[in-house]
């Protein structure tokens, strides 16, 4: 049986079967014809890549294979906020459709753009992505990713548009009425962080409503780290299958990879528009296929922001084992963390995904929580704040002991767990803020 047969027979409503399907060697020589041209736009439109390349001694015509990529500098976050609003754009702001960006509250705001093309071509993948997921021409989205700056609403309401669905375009907050028109335009997809969408559950359950009985069915949700505890906790309370997608505003947004419904075992990443690469952190050297380190993406067919290279921090492995779907793409692998939110608690490393898994699914406790960094002395110390589940009544003292054991024995972290009450923890209204530092205020 061939690829484009298999993906066929596990999806009538496959959006591009000839780029998803392709055998490796077509691939990899469209991948190697767009990279020259997305280098080629980089050195001569953007003056910040023009430097960069000649400080490295490269040129886009050293590219030879996709090999020699490693030869040419890494972009980070700090790029686009030193050129600030406008400067690592390859078009005049006038080719412009549309702006997004980052809240800047940790300096100014990255800002990123899309010409026409840009905007169509993250629309089809977008699209690609929802019927990868298993949505269907005139199903009904509700759309809980927040709109505006964020690339997430903006970004899954135009993909699922394009397939063909119908889209509530409810953006974050309001969980009440969230709830409501679930109930009454009974949408078959959710959109939102996998954060909100338990938030959405947890309010449900108050109303009295029972989302599980609602049409309901499949909840794609990314723009936040999130565990297979947590799926598994999504799904069992909102009866639906709970897809992971993955994107990030530098590269395009939302819909630069995402898990196929049948499999769910990694992302497919859209290599006919995106090439990855995984980095040791500390060296920046490649990492072989299957082996963890930092994500690193360039785009590939980008017109108004080429990216080259460009540092995710997020975790992970890229796997090019095949998948029972027949797509011939990588998969990247559930993103374990980032190196920029590794926390050093007493000498050991500690990614808070860590402390999720440990804590999501764990008798007692509700999937809510918060981590608090403070300092005493010459060292950081973390307390878990935690919600005990509705129905807890045992001995608040001896549960958190048991978490404290439990964090210790499987992360070999030393933490304080303090149980709150139903309610207590700060709920999400988009991303979810999982680490309060307080390091500072002791200074």
Request: proline share 5%; glycine share 10%.
């Amino acid at each position: 049986m061939s690829a484009q047969t298999a993906v066929r027979e596990t999806s009538e409503y496959m959006f591009d079967r000839a780029a998803e399907c392709m055998p490796r060697n077509e691939l990899k020589a469209l991948q190697l014809s767009r990279l020259k041209s997305t280098l080629d736009r980089a050195y001569n439109k953007v003056p910040h890549y023009k430097k960069k390349f000649d400080a490295a001694g490269v040129k886009p015509g050293d590219l030879k294979s996709l090999a020699d990529l490693a030869r040419f500098p890494f972009t980070v976050k700090t790029d686009l906020r030193d050129n600030y609003p406008f400067g690592m754009f390859a078009v005049p702001r006038e080719q412009l459709l549309r702006v997004h960006a980052s809240s800047g509250t940790t300096g100014k705001p990255t800002v990123v753009g899309y010409t026409k093309a840009d905007l169509n071509m993250w629309a089809d993948l977008m699209a690609r992505c929802f019927a990868t997921m298993g949505a269907r021409p005139g199903e009904i989205v509700h759309n809980a990713y927040g709109y505006g700056l964020f690339t997430g609403g903006l970004g899954a309401h135009y993909g699922a548009e394009r397939l063909g669905c119908t889209v509530v375009p409810l953006s974050g907050g309001g969980t009440e009425r969230q709830v409501t028109l679930l109930q009454d335009f009974g949408a078959q997809i959710l959109c939102a962080t996998p954060s909100y969408a338990l938030n959405i559950a947890e309010v449900a359950e108050n109303m009295g409503v029972d989302i599980r009985k609602l049409p309901l069915r499949v909840g794609i949700f990314g723009a936040e780290p999130w565990t297979d505890a947590m799926r598994r906790d999504i799904e069992a309370r909102l009866g639906i299958e709970a897809i992971d997608i993955y994107g990030l505003s530098e590269i395009m947004g939302p819909g630069v990879a995402c898990e196929c419904r049948q499999m769910k075992n990694g992302l497919h990443g859209w290599e006919d528009h995106f090439l990855f690469e995984v980095v040791d952190p500390d060296t920046m050297q490649p990492k072989p296929m299957g082996e963890a380190g930092e994500l690193v993406i360039t785009t590939l067919t980008k017109e108004a922001l080429p990216m080259v290279r460009y540092r995710t921090r997020d975790i992970t492995r890229l796997s090019d084992e095949p998948c029972a779907c027949g797509r011939s793409h990588v998969r990247i692998l559930r993103v374990t963390g980032r190196n920029d939110d590794m926390l050093i608690i007493r000498g050991v490393n500690v990614f808070p995904s860590q402390v999720e898994a440990v804590m999501v699914g764990f008798p007692g406790l509700a999937p809510h929580y918060q981590l608090v960094l403070t300092r005493e002395g010459a060292l950081d110390t973390m307390t878990v704040e935690v919600e005990q589940a509705p129905e807890f009544t045992g001995d608040c003292q001896r549960k958190a002991e048991e978490v404290v054991h439990h964090i210790k024995s499987l992360i070999g972290v030393s933490c304080k767990v303090v149980l709150k009450a139903p309610g207590e923890v700060p709920r999400s209204q988009g991303k979810a803020v999982r680490v309060k530092d307080e390091r500072k205020k002791g200074k």
